[in-house]
Every structure is written in C-alpha cells, then in structure tokens.
C-alpha cells in the first residue's frame, strides 16, 4: 500500500517532517532544499524528481507542490496471521457444510 501528503510551499517556507522509515519526496514543481538531520549535505529537488528519505528529522524550504510518499508494506506477520485465519474459517465452513441438515424440499 502506498500513501503520499501532498505540501504546497510558499516561496521560503520552511517545514519541518518527522519521519519514519519507508518515505520519498517527490518535488512536482517548483523547488525544495533539504536536510536531513545526521547527513552533512543538503539536497536540492526540481520539477519531477524525487529523493529517498532516512527516518529521522528533514527540514524542507523551497516553492512549489512537494509530494511525500510513504511505502507501507503489510508487515510478514499479519499476512501469516490473516493467512491462518482465512483458512480456518474455511474449514469451519466446510464443517458447517457437511454436518447440515438437508432440508426436504415438497
């Protein structure tokens, strides 16, 4: 599952994101600065291109229309949990299904 924020930054805003592990920043017109807290460079984005984020603090300036897009994998282990539960409500069903009743149709 994929999700994104869309900003609009006022010529010299500055935000500041908190982020997570998993996110991208895609600049869709304009132009935005930003640092990264813990890397000693800053980063410059243009019109339609885009930028891996770390977890950690960014602090963005710039004007245009940004996009911050987070990928959301299901976690390994609610897919194995909902995996297991799928099948046993299916053989639950299937219990239910043989042990019923037959009605008599007249």
Same mark, same amino acid.
């Given at each position: 599952?994929?999700?994104?924020?869309?900003?609009?930054?006022?010529?010299?805003?500055?935000?500041?994101?908190?982020?997570?592990?998993?996110?991208?920043?895609?600049?869709? &017109? $304009?132009?935005?600065?930003?640092? /990264?807290?813990?890397?000693?460079?800053?980063?410059? +984005? @243009?019109?339609?291109? #885009?930028?891996?984020?770390?977890?950690?603090?960014?602090?963005? &300036? $710039?004007?245009?229309?940004?996009? /911050?897009?987070?990928?959301?994998?299901?976690?390994? +282990? @609610?897919?194995?949990? #909902?995996?297991?539960?799928?099948?046993?409500?299916?053989?639950?069903?299937?219990?239910?299904?043989?042990?019923?009743?037959?009605?008599?149709?007249?």
């Amino acid at each position: 599952m994929v999700s994104d924020t869309r900003l609009i930054l006022q010529n010299g805003a500055l935000m500041q994101l908190e982020l997570r592990k998993g996110y991208r920043i895609h600049c869709d &017109e $304009g132009e935005a600065w930003i640092t /990264v807290t813990g890397i000693s460079r800053d980063f410059v +984005l @243009a019109g339609h291109e #885009s930028l891996e984020l770390p977890p950690g603090r960014a602090l963005v &300036e $710039g004007h245009g229309t940004l996009r /911050v897009i987070r990928n959301r994998p299901l976690p390994l +282990l @609610a897919t194995l949990w #909902s995996i297991r539960q799928l099948s046993r409500l299916a053989r639950r069903l299937r219990r239910a299904h043989s042990t019923a009743p037959v009605a008599a149709l007249h």
